[in-house]
């Protein structure tokens, strides 16, 4: 049997991309290879690319696969093609993965988690609102679960139209598009503390805000201090470096209950779920324009100080 070229060029877009290491196998316990993993990306790109596009790129690496030690990667190397755009902001020359060619050469790259901040490049206001729920151990993701469904409520309530993903680990995700370039990140900043506080007050037993783990006494963790400028979320779409190849992936909101698992999410599935299901996040641009923030930000300034009343 003749040996395998380890190197191949494919054309993409009018541009070569180097693919090196076609067979190597990126996660060992289900035998995915790197050749499995572009593919993924290139027929994911449609859905996976809006989120990347025009924003600072943090990439987890794992050149040898996820059971060997990864890395973080902020700057772009110097090798990177010509295609790659790229943008300078303090002192880091970001990746902007504005382009099919791009994700293919970073996916050769090892390139697995893709992490983006909430604006782009082109603004200093959030493009969206994204609240994590991590529950102590997938064992508890019903928690995160019941958190969100709570949220959606209040959500409901507010009229305002929210989306919701899976971490690709043992968390859930909320997203609340924003009008480009209206509100700051001290604005968003009163509506998560306020939704956050809500929960912890309603069901002190479940939820905390408490930083420290060992402080939580297995209670879901709702983070609202992450909505930040400068940090970042996993990419709606983008695969996830454990074992089981599991994606974070975009949900309907019928599809959250209590026999949801993050695990029933592996990369395997998520092209015939979209075929099948549609891409649950379809509208999140148009949507946009729709959202009267303003008018749930008057509300949440006069409600009383104890959240749980007045909703």
């Not at 994590?132 to 997938?138: I, K």
């Not at 508890?140 to 309530?157: P, T, Y």
């Not at 680990?169 to 009008?179: D, R, S, T």
């Not at 905390?208 to 983070?223: A, G, H, P, S």
């Amino acid at each position: 049997m003749a040996k395998q070229k380890e190197r191949h060029q494919i054309i993409i877009e009018g541009h070569t991309v180097d693919i090196t290491h076609p067979t190597k196998v990126l996660w060992p316990k289900k035998n995915i290879t790197k050749l499995q993993y572009l593919q993924y990306l290139i027929e994911i790109s449609p859905y996976l690319l809006p989120f990347l596009s025009d924003r600072h790129l943090t990439v987890i690496r794992y050149p040898n696969g996820v059971h060997q030690e990864p890395f973080y990667q902020k700057s772009c190397p110097s090798y990177a093609p010509g295609f790659v755009e790229t943008d300078l902001h303090e002192d880091i020359d970001y990746i902007l993965c504005n382009n099919l060619p791009t994700l293919v050469w970073l996916g050769n790259q090892g390139a697995i988690d893709l992490h983006v901040p909430f604006n782009t490049n082109l603004s200093q206001y959030p493009s969206e609102i994204v609240m994590d729920l991590d529950p102590p151990s997938r064992k508890e993701f019903n928690l995160a679960v019941e958190g969100v469904l709570m949220m959606k409520e209040i959500f409901d309530k507010l009229d305002l139209i929210s989306f919701v993903k899976t971490s690709g680990n043992k968390g859930i995700q909320v997203y609340i598009p924003l009008p480009e370039d209206t509100y700051t990140y001290d604005d968003t900043r009163i509506f998560t503390e306020f939704i956050a506080n809500y929960l912890t007050s309603k069901e002190p037993k479940w939820f905390t805000t408490e930083r420290m783990k060992k402080k939580r006494d297995n209670r879901l963790y709702v983070d609202y201090l992450q909505h930040a400028a400068g940090k970042t979320i996993i990419c709606p779409y983008s695969l996830r470096g454990n074992d089981e190849a599991l994606v974070a992936t975009p949900l309907f909101w019928e599809e959250l209950n209590s026999t949801l698992k993050p695990t029933q999410f592996p990369m395997e599935s998520i092209l015939e779920r979209v075929g099948s299901k549609g891409n649950p996040f379809e509208d999140f641009e148009a949507i946009k324009g729709d959202q009267d923030f303003s008018r749930v930000m008057e509300i949440v300034k006069n409600l009383p100080l104890n959240p749980t009343k007045g909703l």
